[in-house]
Structures are given as C-alpha cells and as structure tokens.
C-alpha cells in the first residue's frame, strides 16, 4: 500500500506512449490526475490537449448510440485557469494508468488544479463515457516506472 | 446571423475547396478501396468536406448551407453532381470562375477547411459514419432511398456539433 504523494486533480506533464501499437508523443502533454489506486499503486490519468487547428477536427467525433462526446472542453477562461494557458480538451475515450512511484511529483510543476467546476465536470463526464462505451483495448494503457523515466529523460 | 441566409452552388462551393488546394495534395486522384468500393481520395475528402460543413452549418444556424441533398454512400454522405463529376471539376479548376460568397459563409467555409485539412480520409468517413441520418438511410439499397434529409436532425446536430462549434468560432485561424 503506497502513500501517494500526487494527488486527484493535480497536472504531471509527461511524454506518454498512446496506444499499445506504439505512438508515443514528441512533447510533454498536461495529464490531469483521476484516479489514485493505492492498493494497486497506480495513477489513472486523463490527457489534455490545447485545442489548435492541427486537432479541432476531433471535436467532431460523437457516439451517436450513446449520445456522448470522447472529448470535453476545458476553456482556459471563466475562471481562468493557472494550469493550461489556451483553451483545451480532454480526450475521454482512452484508459492511461501508470505506476505510480517515489519521485513521480518532480513531474508536476505544483500543485495547481483545475478549477473546481471545471475539475469535476470533466470527471463526471469521463465516468459517464467510460460506463457507456468501450474503451477499444489499443488504448487502454498501462506505464510502468521505467517505460515513464525512458520517455521522459 | 439572422434571418434566412441564401444556400450556396454545391459546385460553387466545390471548387472554393478545391482553389485552396493550391499543390493537390488533398483533392488529388489516388484510388483508394473502402466497404468494398474503390474511389478517388479526394473525391471522397471533398464529399466529406461539404457534408459536415452542411451539417455543422445546420447545428449554428437550423439552416442549409449548401443548396443540395446528400445520399448515403457506404463510405460517408456524397452529393451527386460532385461525386460523378470530380475528375471533371478537377480538369477545369483553373478555368472556374472566383465566387464572392457572403463574408459569413466565406470565413465559415475557410475555417471548416483549415479545421478538416489534417484529417485523414478514413477519419472523414468516421465522422461522417457518427450522423444518424447517414446511418438511416445507407440502409436502404436503391439510390433514390439513400437521399439523406440533413434537416431532419438539426435539434441532434446542435448537440453533436456543440464542442466543434465552440472551438471553431475560437479558432485563430493564423495558429497552424
């Protein structure tokens, strides 16, 4: 059983691997922090993009069965926000976890939140989608402490 | 905008996309085989182009852009007198005369073609495959019956498209 020292809500800024076929990203993206699993000593993240005209186009994706988005807009404005500098989304249809481990906080740049309306609503709808629809296994993924510290020396 | 705005030429609004494609990258003539069917890239691209961006016009504004139906092909929505008529447009693109759409419909369309110019055209055909009306109609075999009413769902679309329209209309178009 671990205490962990990053908590819900907090921001890691990793290099992640996206899938299990290897696309793994050229920068550091904000990873919102779900989940603590200290049993398991993991860490369910959430990745936020900013949105840019290159990624608008997955804006448009919708499960019309469902009736749900696989993204979520975070404005950077209303109030603004201290951890992202432009308006951003969370990709939803995704399941990240990585090990969590002593040294992992060097990661965060402080411990800075979301706000909290924003936090949880952000929350409430990765739930949602997550009990709604299947997340397709190439994207669920899991990151051991030293796949995370090659990604990101 | 308000009150009714008049519907643009669908080969008016063709050849405003295929104009930007100033090196035919995107509209260009490679086959490519999906469901079945083997097609032209960029007809497929530029079929998908007018589509959402009728769609997503309908969810902004409860009005059609573009005054044309689309059918329900298995690769995505396509409108028939561009879709049969692609390598035509192509040929005499330099020959097409320049429309001066409204300066709304114009900035729209130059948005909707910066926003799906990364897009790959397996991912156009997804997001095509996500509208209902799509889904309903390529049901039905005959042609006739695969005539899609975009109207239909404008309510849905208002819904569906909510996230692409908020970053749209935020879009800073010199950010590339």
């Known amino acids: 059983m671990m205490n962990s020292i990053v908590r819900v809500g907090e921001i890691l800024h990793i290099k992640m691997r996206f899938n299990n076929t290897g ?34 186009k997955r804006l448009l994706h919708y499960k019309t069965r469902s009736g749900i988005s696989p993204t979520f807009i975070v404005p950077v404005s209303n109030p603004q926000e201290t951890v992202i500098c432009k308006d951003s989304f969370a990709q939803l249809d995704n399941k990240f976890t990585i090990e969590n481990f002593v040294g992992i906080e060097k990661f965060r740049r402080d411990t800075d939140k979301l706000s ?6 952000l929350f409430a709808k990765y739930k949602e989608y997550h009990r709604q629809e299947f997340i397709d ?17 | 905008m308000n009150g009714v705005i008049n519907m643009l030429n669908v080969i008016d609004v063709a050849n405003y996309f295929l104009k930007k494609d100033k090196n035919g990258e995107l509209f260009n003539t490679r086959p490519m085989t999906r469901n079945g069917r083997t097609f032209y890239e960029g007809n497929a691209r530029l079929n998908k182009y007018l589509h959402i961006a009728q769609n997503v016009w309908i969810a902004k504004t409860g009005q059609k852009l573009i005054d044309v139906d689309f059918y329900a092909y298995d690769n995505g929505s396509v409108a028939l007198d561009v ?7 192509l040929k005499n693109i330099s020959k097409a ?16 073609y910066i926003a799906l110019r990364s897009a790959d055209v397996d991912e156009l055909i997804d997001i095509d495959h996500e509208d209902i009306e799509w889904a309903d109609k390529n049901k039905n ?36």
């Open chain 2, 141 to 176: 075999y005959t042609k006739e019956k695969q005539k899609m009413d975009c109207l239909r769902l404008k309510e849905q679309y208002k819904v569906q498209y909510a996230n692409f329209i908020w970053a749209l209309d935020r879009m800073d178009v010199n950010d590339e």
């Open chain 1, 137 to 153: 296994e190439n994207k669920q993924v899991y990151i051991t402490k030293e796949e995370l510290l090659s990604l990101n020396r």
């Open chain 2, 97 to 112: 005369t320049q429309i001066n759409f409204p300066k709304c419909q114009k900035e729209f369309l130059d948005r909707i």
């Open chain 1, 23 to 56: 696309a793994i990203s050229k920068t550091r993206h904000p990873y919102i922090i779900f989940k603590v699993d200290g049993k398991n000593s993991v860490l369910e993240i959430i990745q936020l993009d900013s949105i840019k005209p290159k990624n608008i």
């Open chain 1, 116 to 121: 909290d309306k924003k936090l949880q609503s």
């Open chain 2, 83 to 89: 879709q049969e008529n692609y390598q035509m447009l």
